[in-house]
């Protein structure tokens, strides 16, 4: 696996699922357990509120580049 390093448009986002615009990256940069979208580059990947199956896919995506997560009780 290749990875994009820290160009910001080569991003991916692990969530839940598809919808929001968080991170200002749409559902065609979003990766879900349902829907994974192998075209996607491994590298700079952001990851909010996860559970621990979404930790672990984000984990795994971000394999030999850079995983942000944004973890804090929402509301």
């Known amino acids: 696996m290749k990875s994009e390093g820290a160009?910001?448009?080569?991003a991916i986002r692990v969530a839940g699922a598809l919808g929001g615009n968080l991170f200002e990256?749409?559902?065609?940069r979003t990766v879900t357990p349902k829907s994974r979208?192998?075209?996607?580059?491994h590298g700079l990947v952001y990851v909010d509120y996860p559970t621990i199956k979404e930790m672990a896919m984000?984990?795994?995506?971000?394999?030999?580049?850079?995983?942000?997560?944004?973890e804090a009780h929402p509301g």
């Open 58 to 70: 984000a984990v795994d995506w971000a394999q030999g580049g850079f995983l942000a997560v944004l």
């Open 25 to 28: 990256l749409g559902n065609d």
């Open 37 to 41: 979208k192998m075209n996607l580059p």
């Open 7 to 10: 160009n910001a448009g080569a």
